[in-house]
């Protein structure tokens, strides 16, 4: 063996390593390990409702129940359900929440358990329909007391 080559290992200059978008790499603690990032997923493009908004179907619920203390939840509810076909499934819960936001917002008031409408709906619909009332004339003006310089009170003054 006398015809060996002698063979020099040349080392190659270390290569940059470009990391992809989807890894991280980690300290050399965790150099076994990878963590990838998720990418965020696109929003899905939500199809318009195809019931009214829940303010009409409310108002026409209890409008049309015509109870003296005001409707339940519900019987607001089974009207809703009876009179729409194309309702989501939590329909219940979304009902809630906006009973709670109208009588936040004074659209509607809420006694013990019912809804009703506000008062203040039928006086403005009464009294665009009514006509102006005009103001009474003002009161006549009282006399007053007279004092005369010397502190004698004149003969116009009012005990």
Do not use: W
């Not at 409702?49 to 939840?73: C, D, F, R, W």
């Not at 013990?112 to 203040?120: D, H, Y």
């Amino acid at each position: 063996m006398a015809t060996e080559e002698a063979v020099a290992v040349v080392e190659a200059p270390p290569a940059v390593v470009e990391a992809e978008p989807a890894a991280v790499v980690q300290p050399a603690e965790n150099a076994g390990k990878v963590k990838t990032v998720k990418e965020p997923k696109p929003k899905k493009a939500r199809n318009p409702p195809t019931h009214p908004p829940y303010l009409e179907m409310i108002t026409e619920a209890i409008v049309s129940l015509k109870e003296k203390n005001g409707s339940s939840q519900y019987a607001i509810t089974k009207f809703i359900e009876e009179k729409q076909k194309q309702l989501p499934p939590n329909f219940k819960k979304l009902l809630l929440v906006q009973l709670k936001k109208l009588v936040s917002t004074s659209k509607l008031v809420k006694v013990k358990a019912s809804f009703k409408l506000p008062a203040q709906s039928k006086v403005a619909k009464s009294a665009a329909a009514a006509p102006a009332k005009k103001k009474p004339a003002p009161a006549p003006a009282k006399a007053k007391k007279t004092v005369k310089p010397d502190g004698q009170k004149g003969p116009f003054c009012q005990y």
